[in-house]
Structures are given as C-alpha cells and as structure tokens.
C-alpha cells in the first residue's frame, strides 16, 4: 500500500509542472498511470487479471510520475498506450522511494527506462534517507547529473532544477521534492502564488494607507502653515493700522508735523 505521503507527493508534483509548463496543450503528465507499451504486455495484463489463478505476474509499468512533451495533454486519457501515441515514450519518469521499492527503483527501474522505454532523465527520491537522484540518457546508457553547491538537479526536459524542500503542503510537514525555475524561483501551488499574492496585496494596501496619511498630514501641515500665515498677516495689518491711528493724533497735537515721512 501507498503512504499518504507517497500519494500526495505525486499530487505536488503533477501541479508543480502544471505550474511550471502552463496550460497542456503541449504536454502530458500523468501519476500511477499505466504505461502500455507492447501488445504482448497488454495481453499478458489482461489475462492476468481475468485469471482466476493468475499463472505468473505480467510486467506492470506505472511509473508515479512521468512526463510526455509535444503531445495534446488536454486529451482524456485512462492510461498510456504507445502505439495509440505515435509511439511516444515519456521524456521525464520520477519515482519515490519507499522501502519495498527502493531495489526496483533504483537498479531495475534505471536499467528498464533506459534500454526500453529510453527515457531522457529518471529521477528517484528517497524521503527517508534524504536520497535524490537523477540521470540523463547519454547514448544508451544513464549517467548521473551532478547536484548544484545547492543540491538541485537541473532538468532539461522540465528547464527547472529538482530539488528537496522541506515544508508544509496540504497539512503536512515533510521533505518534498519541488521545482525551482532557471533564475532559482521556487515554482509555487496554486495556494503559495494565491497567500503571496494576497500579502501583495495587503502590502500595497497599507503603502497605499500609510501614503494616503502622510498626504492627510502633509495637508493639515500645510494648513496649520496658511493659517499661521494669515494670523501674522492680520496682525501685521493690525500694527499697521495701530501705528497710522496714533501717528494721525500726534499731527493732530502737533507733536508731528504733516510731512513726517510715514513709516
């Protein structure tokens, strides 16, 4: 049986690269999704599961995550049948490890993908040991790509590097495996880009609150300025008219004559 973490990171994984590639109208991904890839496989599945004692076990292939490039992803599909695709084999499969599969993952599965199916990169993570491994189809044979000073492996099929992030999705707090595009940006969910978008927004608001005030300030500063301006200009006009009442009682009395300059 699947763990719930095996189970949602497929889920993560599939809208990472949703995220990251756009709409598919160019591509396919699918998760636990057969892969048919010949019709003696096909029969040896169907006779297996209408057996009632099945006599052995047919060669099942349903990678956790693979991709398919140039293809309509918008097509409805319940699994994936070579020859009804052209024969198209997937150019990315990832596989997560859990201990009953860690052999076949990470011996068999490498040998299978690369002498049958030719699969550009495979990718396997082990949550458990911390274990992220990914090869690039060179000839007929897989070899290592080299992890970054941060650890990612770069993708050229998904041009996005793969790394592991620690962190909350859906609830839970594990070791995910996640995308970061070719600048080093963490793709993000769908509810990552809609929370960073919300406290844009709120960040915005309150600039927009805070510059608001400073403007409500600035006015009544520039208020208080008008207004100290007119009580000095009244005054001034009150002086003024002060001294020309008292200068006209002094020519009055004489005690200045009608041609003291004015001052």
């Known amino acids: 049986m699947e763990s719930d973490w095996h ?5 993560l994984l599939d809208e990472l690269v949703r995220n990251h590639l756009g709409t598919p109208t160019h591509y396919f991904c699918g998760g636990n999704m057969f892969i048919y890839y010949s019709l003696e496989q096909a029969e040896e599945i169907e006779q297996y599961v209408e057996a009632e004692t099945p006599k052995r076990k047919p060669r099942f292939k349903g990678p956790d995550f693979f991709l398919v490039k140039d293809v309509d992803g918008t097509k409805p599909r319940e699994s994936w049948v070579v020859w ?3 024969g198209r084999y997937p150019d990315l499969v990832v596989e997560f490890v859990s201990p009953s599969t860690r052999g076949k993952d990470v011996e068999k599965n490498a040998q299978f993908y690369a002498k ?3 699969v550009p990169e495979y990718f396997w993570f082990d949550r458990r040991r911390g274990e992220l491994v ?3 189809l060179v000839g007929r044979e897989y070899v290592r790509i080299e992890p970054d000073a941060r650890g990612w492996l770069w993708s050229e099929v998904l041009g996005a590097y793969v790394g592991v992030w620690r962190g909350e999705y859906r609830g839970r707090v594990w ?3 996640r995308l970061w595009d070719s600048a080093g940006e963490l793709v ?7 929370a960073r978008e919300r406290a844009a927004r709120e960040q915005a608001e309150a600039r927009a609150e805070q510059a608001e005030a400073r403007a409500e300030q600035a006015e009544v500063q520039a208020q208080r300025e008008r207004e100290r301006a007119e009580r000095e200009r009244a005054e001034r006009e009150r002086l003024q008219a002060e001294l020309e009442r008292l200068l006209e009682r002094l020519r ?4 200045i004559s009608e041609d003291e300059p004015q001052p």
């Not at 189970?7 to 889920?11: C, D, E, F, K, Y």
């Not at 993000?188 to 809609?194: F, G, I, K, V």
């Not at 009055?252 to 005690?255: E, K, L």
Request: aromatic residues 10%; proline residues 0%.
């Open 7 to 11: 189970v949602v990171s497929i889920t």
């Open 84 to 86: 009804n695709e052209d």
């Open 116 to 118: 049958v199916f030719r």
């Open 134 to 136: 990914g090869y690039r």
């Open 175 to 177: 070791s995910w495996l």
């Open 188 to 194: 993000l969910t769908r509810e990552e880009r809609e």
């Open 252 to 255: 009055q009395q004489g005690v």
